[in-house]
């Protein structure tokens, strides 16, 4: 007799037979999945030998910049230095703040501290445009100093050295001359206070006069003739 699968029994076979087909299949497809992988990875383009180290040098030196303590290449060492300190003008108010500069004293003084003359020059004209500097209230100023210890021809001296002008200098020479006598007598007083009583005194009194820059003249009135040698 003969056996024929009801439908419930075929439908049980084909589940069977399905699942046997999942279980053989499925490891295969792992396997080519897994050599697919391999295929793909195996196709990458290697990377070549000498271009990974001139990649490698080129991060390194990188690097070596970014922690450069100078912080700085090649050409950063042709830069000048950046001046330090106050500006020249700010130097040269400074010191007219202190007293009065003449003109050629002054730019002696910032000389030191500029890189040409021209920015002297032009730092000069800037202050005596603006009523900073001032070579005639400056030879004011040195007479006046100057006026109770010294007699004119060390006075006029030291305002020709310090560049003032000709006209200015023989102006005020002629007002120092005018109270020579009377400067030369405190000066003398103060110091001796008494006639020279033999040629070796009045010629140490003459000295002393004559080296604060008085007048022969004027010397001769104070201390008497003395002796015609």
Known sequence: MSWKPTPASADRLRAKLDDEFETVAKPQGLCRTSDARREQEGAAPAVDADQWQRSSEARGAGRGRRTDPAGSDASAGDAKPARKGPSLKMRAVGYLSRREHAREELARKLAAHAEDAAEVEAVLDALQKEGWLSTERFAQ???????????AARIVQELRQHGVDDNQVAELRDQLRATEYDRALEVWKKRFDAKPDDRAVYAKQARFLASRGFAHDVIRRILGEGDED
Do not use: E, P, W
């Open 141 to 151: 100023s040195l007479v006046h100093r100057r006026a109770s210890r010294q007699g």
